[in-house]
């Protein structure tokens, strides 16, 4: 594991690269690391920001910035995604994941392995997407997960994508697994959908996870179990610029986030 071997300057900002697990929220990844380090350095506030959101249901690579590093975030998250995904052909679902549950069935015995590679050159190059309705993309200033959830139609607007490379790794039905590189804003739920449909079938994203972010690959990144152990190994460098301002709430660094 390769990341900074040097004591930590959490507060004047560092970039650091973590795995992500199965049912957290990204937030929720950004309160435990916050609450551990400010636990473990004695402080009471932290600027800690994430770049790029991972869905509950989907693992992987996730980039933590703190302190002054929060200002990169804005650069970090346009980094080129790389995924590995596994796509359950034959049931479509709501929010295209298994969120919700199934509101449609399809036939899948005729996709046969050669159909599969025979489709995914359209997915390549410059497309063009229409977002899951369970997303957090912005509707008339709300979000269109909340109106989808109060039963409201919602009525998404067509993006424009790039995906780079999609290779099958494995074909097993009803699942076929991709490894997909993208740009930022895919939404692989939706890439799903639409792989399923070319395919004269349905589908739903049934595994995700995000092995790549610009530079930050899978292999570089912490777990939450190895988090107090990385924190022992290295400890917490000497910041008194901003000891003194601990004196002065009102000039402490806040979470980007709350």
């Not at 992500?20 to 350095?41: E, G, H, I, Q």
């Not at 080129?80 to 929010?95: D, F, H, V, W």
């Not at 179990?225 to 709430?249: H, I, M, S, T, V």
Request: proline share 5%; charged share 30%.
């Amino acid at each position: 594991m390769k990341q900074i071997d040097r004591p930590l300057h959490l507060r004047e900002g560092e970039v650091l690269y973590f795995d992500k697990p199965l049912t957290w929220t990204s937030f929720d990844l950004v309160n435990k690391f916050r609450y551990r380090a400010c636990r473990r350095m004695g402080i009471k506030k932290l600027r800690v920001g994430h770049a790029g959101t991972l869905d509950p249901l989907a693992s992987g690579v996730m980039i933590l910035c703190t302190g002054r590093a929060t200002k990169q975030i804005d650069v970090l998250q346009t980094g080129t995604k790389e995924y590995i995904a596994t796509i359950r052909l034959g049931a479509t679902t709501p929010s295209f994941d298994k969120e919700t549950e199934p509101d449609a069935f399809f036939p899948y015995e005729h996709i046969t392995r050669q159909s599969v590679l025979d489709i995914l050159p359209r997915f390549t190059g410059t497309i063009e997407q229409v977002p899951p309705i369970f997303s957090a993309v912005r509707v008339n200033g709300k979000r269109a997960y909340d109106l989808a959830r109060k039963g409201k139609e919602v009525e998404m607007k067509t993006r424009t994508l790039q995906i780079d490379e999609i290779e099958l790794l494995e074909y097993a039905l009803p699942l076929i697994t991709l490894r997909i590189v993208c740009s930022k804003g895919t939404y692989i739920r939706a890439l799903a959908r639409d792989i399923a449909t070319a395919l004269e079938s349905g589908g739903h994203l049934e595994a995700l996870r995000r092995t790549r972010v610009g530079n930050a690959r899978i292999e570089d990144c912490l777990s939450m179990d190895e988090l107090e152990q990385w924190f022992d190994r290295l400890g917490f460098a000497y910041e008194p610029e901003f000891e003194q301002k601990e004196d002065n709430p009102s000039s402490t660094p806040t979470s980007k986030n709350n």
